[in-house]
């Protein structure tokens, strides 16, 4: 088995996700790795659909993000295939870190590939990494890819 003969691209296709692809399509191509392509449609906070907010309107909102979500890796992944890699692409659900480390245990990926936010201080601290989690429980290497937001 060669050794990153499986790339697990993690997207929430921000700009900064955006921006990384090439740099993942270039590591791919020269390493001839399978790309697994991942997003991960975090659910609405539940509280919202108990204390106000109609149940209806929160399955509208999550039947909006799936179908996107969808949407947008299926054009991912066909633009991808364009360039001429091997790709698989999912929409999983969940709390993202979890989710990209789940999927990766579960196809044997050898390396990670995400991008940051660029973002510090409070909003970090608020919003949380996905990065950071991912780096801190994955059990293969992960490239992470620094954007910066201006």
């Known amino acids: 088995m060669k050794k990153y003969s499986s790339i697990l691209f993690a997207t929430d296709f921000s700009d900064c996700a955006q921006k ?3 740099s993942v399509v270039d590591l791919a191509s ?3 790795s399978t ?3 991942v997003n ?5 906070d539940v509280y919202a659909t108990r204390y106000g907010t109609e149940q209806t309107l929160y399955y509208e909102l999550m039947k909006q993000m799936r179908t996107g ?8 992944s066909t633009d991808l295939r364009a360039k001429g890699l091997q790709v698989i692409a999912t929409v999983r659900e969940g709390k993202p870190a979890d989710e990209i480390v789940s ?6 990926i050898s390396l990670i590939c995400l991008s940051t936010h660029g973002w510090t201080g409070f909003k970090h601290l608020m ?4 990065a950071e989690k991912v780096l801190r429980h994955a059990d293969c290497p992960v490239f992470v890819i620094r954007c910066s937001q201006s």
């Open 20 to 22: 990384a692809v090439e």
């Open 30 to 32: 020269a390493l001839g």
């Open 35 to 37: 790309l697994h392509v």
């Open 40 to 44: 991960v449609v975090e659910p609405i």
């Open 69 to 76: 979500a969808h949407a947008d890796i299926d054009k991912l």
């Open 103 to 108: 999927y990766a245990r579960e196809h044997n």
């Open 127 to 130: 919003l949380g990494s996905t």
